[in-house]
């Protein structure tokens, strides 16, 4: 049964720093991984899509990792603002039937002003 | 286009009356999936679906009920709603395995 584990838990940082957010997977058999983003009270807005056979992707001071060998991904925002405060989410869909995704339990992010 | 529109958006029951939360997308995707999100437990799945006319069981789907009669709809039923059942409810499409899922805004339920 694949399980996805985001470390860490919380982080709380100032404005303006760069910082990396974890994702591990336990089954590399995967066909992509994808990163969202949850405010407070709302939806999932997904942020990058990254597929099995890609390595990174990128979207303004976001870049996405994936290391499917070693069952890793890396979330990285650079000259972190207030405004991206949220929960960060990794979830996979496996090889196995259904297009299910697994996600972990997520980053909280405070970034402080 | 809308992308995937949940009614909706909060609603309270009473323990054992039944609901329809409604879930609809408009952009002609086969894969379409519940979700219920509490805290601590994290995003889990309820039930899912492959194309109109399929749907399977997720992790946790007893006291739910689906169907996909068209590829624009697919309702979740409640049957004999539970305290248990309180949560954030989650409807999320995707057109195949490669190009990932849109979630809709989410159904806040709470049954007392």
């Known amino acids: 049964k694949q399980e996805v584990t985001q470390i860490p838990a919380a982080l709380s940082v100032p404005e303006g720093e760069n910082l990396v957010l974890n994702c591990s997977f336990t089954?590399?058999?995967?066909?992509?991984l994808q990163w969202f983003r949850q405010d407070p009270g709302k939806g999932l807005t997904s942020l990058l899509l990254?597929?099995?056979?890609?390595r990174e992707q990128t979207s303004g001071r976001l870049n996405a990792s994936l290391d499917k060998s070693s069952g890793r991904s890396t979330l990285y925002i650079a000259a972190s603002q207030p405004g991206d405060s949220a929960t960060y989410l990794c979830?996979?869909?496996?090889?196995?039937?259904?297009?299910?995704?697994?996600f972990g339990a997520g980053t909280i992010l405070r970034v402080k002003s | 286009n809308a992308g995937v529109t949940q009614t909706p958006k909060f609603q309270v029951l009473k323990t054992g009356q039944s609901m329809t939360l409604q879930c609809a997308q408009d952009?002609?995707?086969?894969?379409m999936s519940w979700y219920r999100q509490d805290p601590g437990m994290g995003l889990r799945l309820i039930h899912y679906?492959?194309?109109?006319?399929?749907?399977d069981q997720g992790e946790v789907p007893n006291g739910y009920n689906v169907s996909r009669s068209t590829t624009e709809d697919f309702p979740l039923r409640l049957l004999s709603a539970a305290p248990s059942q309180t949560s954030v409810y989650f409807c999320?499409?995707?057109?195949?395995?490669?190009?990932?899922?849109?979630f809709g805004s989410g159904t806040r339920l709470t049954v007392v």
């Open positions: 999320a499409s995707s057109p195949d395995r490669f190009r990932g899922y849109t």
């Open positions: 990254i597929q099995s056979s890609q």
């Open positions: 979830a996979v869909i496996g090889a196995e039937g259904g297009n299910k995704l697994v």
């Open positions: 679906s492959v194309g109109a006319g399929i749907t």
């Open positions: 089954d590399s058999a995967i066909y992509n």
């Open positions: 952009m002609n995707h086969e894969y």
